[in-house]
Structures are given as structure tokens and as C-alpha cells.
T-cell receptor, first 114, second 108 residues
Framework: EAQVTQNPRYLITVTGKKLTVTCSQNMNHEYMSWYRQDPGLGLRQIYYSMNVEVTDKGDVPEGYKVSRKEKRNFPLILESPSPNQTSLYFC?????????????FGPGTRLTVT | QKEVEQNSGPLSVPEGAIASLNCTYSDRGSQSFFWYRQYSGKSPELIMF????GDKEDGRFTAQLNKASQYVSLLIRDSQPSDSATYLCAVNNNDMRFGAGTRLTVKP
């Protein structure tokens, strides 16, 4: 089954404790992206990657890191989480075909930082 | 700042009516445009995309794009209670920008 998976689905952590949220897709998509979703603010892009070893900042990259060492995986790293990073996080992936970018989303990771 | 604007709603329509959802964007370099549906607590799912001016129809859904006016809309014909969700407009120019969404309620 074609899908985007994220782990963990739920995470409660404390300020300053490094964490990684994994994202994996099995559709051989070039493009992968991370978003956070907050009430009233919609989806905001954190980082995106157009292919292996190619990453770029989105709208709200501060406090986050990513890497793209393999095509299927795109982990999101919070080196020193803070309470303002409490949010619902989505990973998404797509082909890059003729400029069209139909993204498929993972199930989401709800992160709480206390 | 590149912006995507949507009326947050809620938009309420009776079952069987046409629901009209609107979106404006500020980045004239935007290349492709998307409508996603998001049920509460779930991830967004793609309904339609459009990248040429004009209309694109898929079943009960029609997307309309006017690049000169920087405007994209989604029409849902014969609205059903199962269409009740938040609809997200997204605009792509390498980076994807989403509107905050319009909450639609279809009343039986």
C-alpha cells in the first residue's frame, strides 16, 4: 500500500530534550516536506526537500533541522524543543512532475513540549 | 510575504446545494494550485489540483483558476453531509503555502 508513515504519532516531552520524528514514504517520491498545523494559522511549511541531499527552508524553519540521506526518509529533528513547538506535525511527499506537486500526507504527529 | 487567504467560515449550506469556497494568493510566480479536504483530527487529503486558467471538473467538484486576479475557487455540487470538513487551499512555487482553511458544514 502506497503511504507516508510518521513515528511517533503522539509525543510528550520536556523542554530541551532532543527528539526526532521520522517520516518515510514508499512511493519513490522526490519531494518531501514537513509542516506544522496550529489553530487559526493553518499549515505552515517548516522544511522541504526536492531530492536526496537537497533541502531548503520553508516558512517557519527556526528550531528545526532535517536531513535527506535517502530518498524514502526525511526525519525532523528538534535539537532543543521549546513549548512554542507544541503542535501537530505532518510529513508529506510527492513527485515533481512538470511543476505539479500533488502532496500525500502522513497521519500526523501530535507533539507536546512542557 | 507570500500569502494565501481564505475565508475561515464557517460556511453552512443545505444538503444538495452548491458550496462555493474561495481563495486568493499574493505570489504571482505560483505555478500550481491545490484543494485539500481535512476532517477533524485527520491529515489533509488531496481533492483537486489545477495549473491552467479556467475550470477543471472532477465528479461533483470543480476548481476554477484566474491567475490575472490571483484567485482560485472550489465548487462542490450536490453537497452531502459527508462533505462537512475544513477545505484548505494550497499554492505552489517550489515551497507550498496553505491558507488557514474554510470550515464547511452541510446540513441534512
Amino acid at each position: 500500500e502506497a503511504q507516508v508513515t510518521q513515528n511517533p504519532r503522539y509525543l510528550i516531552t520536556v523542554t530541551g530534550k532532543k527528539l526526532t520524528v521520522t517520516c518515510s514514504q514508499n512511493m519513490n517520491h522526490e519531494y518531501m516536506s514537513w509542516y506544522r498545523q496550529d489553530p487559526g494559522l493553518g499549515l505552515r511549511q517548516i522544511y522541504y526537500s526536492m531530492n536526496v541531499e537537497v533541502t531548503d527552508k520553508g516558512d517557519v524553519p527556526e528550531g528545526y533541522k532535517v536531513s535527506r540521506k535517502e530518498k524514502r526518509n526525511f526525519p525532523l529533528i528538534l535539537e532543543s524543543p521549546s513549548p512554542n513547538q507544541t503542535s501537530l506535525y505532518f510529513c508529506a511527499s510527492s513527485f515533481m512532475t512538470s511543476g505539479v506537486n500533488e502532496q500525500y500526507f502522513g497521519p500526523g504527529t501530535r507533539l507536546t513540549v512542557t | 510575504q507570500k500569502e494565501v487567504e481564505q475565508n475561515s467560515g464557517p460556511l453552512s449550506v443545505p444538503e444538495g446545494a452548491i458550496a462555493s469556497l474561495n481563495c486568493t494568493y499574493s505570489d504571482r510566480g505560483s505555478q500550481s494550485f491545490f484543494w485539500y479536504r481535512q476532517y477533524s483530527g485527520k491529515s489533509p487529503e488531496l481533492i483537486m489540483f489545477i495549473y491552467s486558467n479556467g475550470d477543471k471538473e472532477d465528479g461533483r467538484f470543480t476548481a476554477q483558476l484566474n491567475k490575472a486576479s490571483q484567485y482560485v475557487s472550489l465548487l462542490i455540487r450536490d453537497s452531502q453531509p459527508s462533505d462537512s470538513a475544513t477545505y484548505l487551499c494550497a499554492v505552489n512555487n517550489n515551497d507550498m503555502r496553505f491558507g488557514a482553511g474554510t470550515r464547511l458544514t452541510v446540513k441534512p
